[in-house]
């Protein structure tokens, strides 16, 4: 690790980490408050129809079958496309800084001429990177918080179950990190490498919708990164997700491995 490297990742990161960071806690706020109010007037019968029970069940990536409880609109303001788009963002604008953004924009060559390997480079631009994103998450959390308190009582969701949801997010974020890392370490622009990231989570989101539906989509669920993360059954159950979360986490520290290992290895020169 290099306290210059680390310095130098802060002041980069910082603008994109704020942005985030308070666009997920507004993100949060508003639909911790909205959500419950909604469930509130959503009849019972309304929910006995198959197309919404199963829209629900898509949206939340549970079994159309399941009873549908208040635990299942607790948990949208954590699954809720943008909340996700938000933190994937910040984990691919962070991850892919190094190497593709540097040789994208001329500056690598004089990155790599400090005193530092290449594997210390990429240690310290990876603690940046995580306790940024610690950040975020938590802006995130307060900003659920916050929404909470404007609902009845009976709907709020405890804050020991919003911080194991919380771990499980993180744990998803290390995993989409560690992706953006492989991409990044195998790439000379930022902007592709970004793209392809983002498809292949798009093409993960899209399984997990279509599993509820589609009967090929759900043998092949697991191959997406949001079958290892279901907050609705923590809400229901308040149990930890460890096997989840160990599945994404060992996925994550792969990635990363093996993108230090191009990086390492791999010419670099600016382009």
Known sequence: ????????????????????????????????YVIPTFQAQFSESLMQIEFIQTFVSAMLGIDAAEQLGPEAFAAFPWVHPVVLAVVWTHALVSCTRVPAGEVDRGTIDLTLTLPVTRWGILASET???IGTGVVVLLAGLAGNEIGSQFVVEEFRVPLERKLI?????????LAVGGLAWLVSASSNRRGPAIIIVFVV???????????????????????????YYRPVYVLRDGSVPWYDMSILLAVGVVLWIIAGAIFARRDVCTV
Do not use: H
Request: hydrophobic share 65%; charged share 10%; proline share 1%.
């Open 1 to 32: 690790m290099n306290r210059g490297v680390m310095l130098k990742a802060v002041y980069e990161s910082w603008p994109a980490t704020l942005m985030c960071g308070l666009l997920l806690a507004g993100v949060e706020a508003i639909v911790a």
């Open 127 to 129: 603690i940046v990177w």
């Open 201 to 227: 989570l798009l093409a993960s989101f899209l399984l997990n919708f279509l599993s509820q539906f589609w009967s090929v989509a759900e043998r092949i669920s697991f191959l997406g990164i949001l079958d």
């Open 165 to 173: 949801i919380l771990a499980n997010l993180f744990c998803l974020y």
